[in-house]
């Protein structure tokens, strides 16, 4: 990570994990580990129905609320969907785009995730923009590829201005929820190509001002060496983040 150029996010993702009646107990549980401290922007992205009870819990603590999909549509007629006017009126700070269960279980492409993130954007949320490879991609040789194409294909139309309030997140997709987290090399490897992308697409300055997060069995025991990796300026976390401790001691493992 480089504190110096970017800020360090570490972001839990619940998933579909927990219910709105544990939501007091865990937010007590991490504030009394918290204290007032500050070092580094702690996020938790949950499910859409928890985010104004969570931001209600977390009050006093600096943990902002984040959330795991938006609609790409404005409000209006779309059943089932939550649009972004909807999240940010109630305090979500920060909207994941391009999960790869939602890249694999609904059927989102690279277009629709722009959107989406566009969306997020428009009402002054900070997307983070999920990429990785499966497995077989990587297997073939083509997760630069994979990765490459992803970013660029989200990011059509955005100008620098507007990246700057975007995060990436590098997910390889065999690491998520498998506990084979990928290696410190691995990662930066992939986070040091996604902002020479950035360069490509954008420009050095732009590049080097955008967050890059490693995603995919992080844990308290892996979490230092990764977040250690120069281009790798924080991390989103599934299963650890669910129990307060351990994405305390990740948020440990975030200080300079
Ligand atoms: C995720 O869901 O984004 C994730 C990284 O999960 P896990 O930490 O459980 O691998």
């Given at each position: 990570?480089?504190p110096?150029?970017r800020?360090t996010?570490i972001?839990g993702?619940?998933?579909m994990n927990?219910?709105?009646?544990?939501?007091r107990?865990?937010a007590?549980?991490?504030?009394?580990?918290?204290g007032?401290?500050?070092?580094?922007?702690a996020?938790?992205?949950?499910?859409a129905?928890?985010?104004?009870?969570l931001?209600?819990?977390?009050?006093?603590?600096?943990v902002s609320?984040?959330?795991?999909?938006?609609?790409d549509r404005?409000m209006?007629?779309?059943?089932g969907?939550?649009?972004a006017a909807?999240l940010?009126?109630a305090?979500v700070?920060?909207?994941?785009?391009g999960?790869?269960e939602?890249?694999?279980?609904?059927?989102?492409?690279?277009e629709?995730?722009g959107?989406?993130?566009?969306?997020?954007?428009?009402e002054?949320?900070?997307?983070?923009l999920?990429?990785?490879e499966t497995l077989?991609?990587?297997?073939?040789?083509?997760?630069?590829?994979?990765?490459?194409?992803?970013v660029?294909t989200?990011?059509?139309g955005?100008?620098?201005?507007a990246?700057?309030?975007?995060v990436?997140?590098?997910?390889?997709?065999w690491a998520?929820g498998?506990?084979?987290?990928?290696s410190p090399a691995?990662?930066?490897?992939m986070?040091?190509?996604?902002?020479a992308v950035?360069?490509?697409?954008?420009?050095?300055?732009?590049?080097?001002a955008?967050?890059?997060?490693y995603g995919?069995?992080m844990?308290?025991?892996?979490?230092?060496?990764?977040?250690?990796?120069?281009?790798?300026?924080?991390?989103?976390?599934?299963?650890?983040?669910?129990?307060?401790?351990?994405f305390y001691q990740?948020?440990?493992a975030?200080k300079?």
């Amino acid at each position: 990570m480089n504190p110096k150029y970017r800020k360090t996010v570490i972001a839990g993702n619940w998933k579909m994990n927990l219910l709105p009646s544990q939501l007091r107990d865990y937010a007590d549980g991490l504030k009394a580990l918290l204290g007032k401290e500050h070092w580094c922007e702690a996020v938790l992205c949950v499910p859409a129905l928890m985010a104004i009870p969570l931001g209600r819990a977390l009050r006093g603590c600096r943990v902002s609320v984040g959330v795991q999909d938006v609609s790409d549509r404005d409000m209006g007629a779309y059943t089932g969907e939550v649009a972004a006017a909807q999240l940010r009126d109630a305090g979500v700070k920060y909207v994941i785009v391009g999960h790869s269960e939602r890249r694999a279980y609904h059927g989102e492409t690279d277009e629709l995730i722009g959107r989406k993130l566009r969306k997020a954007l428009e009402e002054g949320m900070t997307p983070i923009l999920c990429v990785g490879e499966t497995l077989p991609q990587r297997s073939a040789g083509t997760e630069k590829d994979v990765v490459r194409a992803q970013v660029k294909t989200a990011l059509l139309g955005l100008d620098a201005a507007a990246m700057k309030k975007v995060v990436l997140a590098y997910e390889p997709v065999w690491a998520i929820g498998t506990g084979h987290t990928a290696s410190p090399a691995q990662a930066q490897d992939m986070c040091r190509e996604i902002r020479a992308v950035l360069r490509e697409r954008f420009d050095a300055r732009t590049a080097r001002a955008v967050s890059v997060l490693y995603g995919g069995s992080m844990n308290p025991r892996n979490a230092q060496e990764l977040l250690s990796q120069p281009d790798v300026d924080g991390g989103l976390i599934g299963g650890a983040s669910l129990d307060p401790g351990k994405f305390y001691q990740i948020l440990e493992a975030a200080k300079p």
